[in-house]
């Protein structure tokens, strides 16, 4: 049964949405001219490429984002993103606009492995220290991230192989639903050369943590960063500068892998986001 009350909640809903929306999207508010491009689509697991006036500030939801001398400027949707997002560009001379953004949403794929060894699924509890200790070296080395337009090349593939698994799908191990994964995976043999899919500076290089065994983090500016789990070999050290494909190590199955792949993650500040909308459509099947 539905009570008018909620019958009048729901259509003032409505109502707000659709004043909301053309007040917003019909911004700017003091210029006949747009201030925000859009140059990627807004879906969830996005890193979103706009463009404003190189002069413009720009904020997403209150936050600065940093601008390119030519205009562009970058943001991220995680895996379960649902609610909108303001984003706000201001020029010196007062041109402004705000745009509401929806990421759309994705569907993602359920993966049950079973028979895994207990203690891969949860690990023993002396190891529980050590597991929190590299958690919080990963997020400190994905904080702060420079100042770069480094994200701003189109991305390569940072390994050959075929792609063994995609960004968001769930994985249900001995029948427990855990975290869902983020990364891709491109499986090849051990030893396999992984490069930088773009320019960017090292800020993690360690050879054996818990659970991605041999991991190397670059920062390709702006809040943007790449992650590479389960290495065989480590070959950069923190401060590095690299060009796009620079070879940074080989693959293995380092840590908690059932065997040999690259697993590539990308992440705008705490936003997990998906490597392969990075990438040409036409090269997701297979990695190069
Ligand atoms: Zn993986």
Redesign the pocket.
């Known amino acids: 049964m539905m009570l008018p009350g909620q019958i009048c909640r729901s259509g003032l809903q409505q109502l707000r949405h659709l004043l909301l929306w053309p007040l917003l999207l019909l911004a700017p508010l003091t210029s006949a001219t747009e201030l925000i491009e859009l140059l990627t689509t807004p879906v969830q697991g996005a890193l979103v490429i706009a463009r404003t006036d190189p002069a413009a500030s720009v904020a997403l939801d209150g936050s600065h984002l940093p601008v390119t001398a030519d205009g562009r400027f970058v943001f991220g949707f995680g895996r379960d993103a649902n609610r909108q997002s303001l984003l706000h560009a201001r020029t010196p001379d007062g041109r402004e606009q705000s745009l509401l953004i929806q990421p759309a949403a994705r569907q993602y794929a359920v993966e049950r492995i079973d028979g895994l060894p207990p203690a891969t699924v949860t690990p023993p509890p002396e190891l529980s220290a050590r597991i929190s200790r590299e958690a919080a070296l990963v997020a400190a080395a994905r904080r702060n991230t420079r100042r770069s337009d480094d994200w701003a090349m189109p991305f390569i593939w940072p390994a050959k192989g075929r792609i063994s698994?995609v960004y968001g799908s769930q994985r249900v191990l001995n029948g427990e639903p855990r975290r869902p994964?983020f990364?891709v995976?491109v499986a090849a043999p051990v030893g396999t050369e992984v490069v930088a899919p773009a320019a960017g500076m090292v800020v993690l290089a360690e050879a054996d943590l818990y659970y991605s065994g041999g991991t190397v983090i670059i920062d390709h500016g702006d809040g943007v960063t790449s992650t590479f789990?389960?290495l065989h070999a480590v070959e950069v050290s923190p401060g590095q500068q690299l060009d796009q494909g620079t070879r940074i190590g080989s693959i293995g199955a380092t840590g908690r892998a059932t065997g040999p792949?690259l697993?590539w993650r990308m992440n705008w500040r705490d936003q997990r986001v998906d490597p392969r909308l990075l990438l040409e459509p036409e090269s997701w099947q297979q990695a190069p």
């Open positions: 698994g994964h990364g995976d789990l389960h792949h697993d």
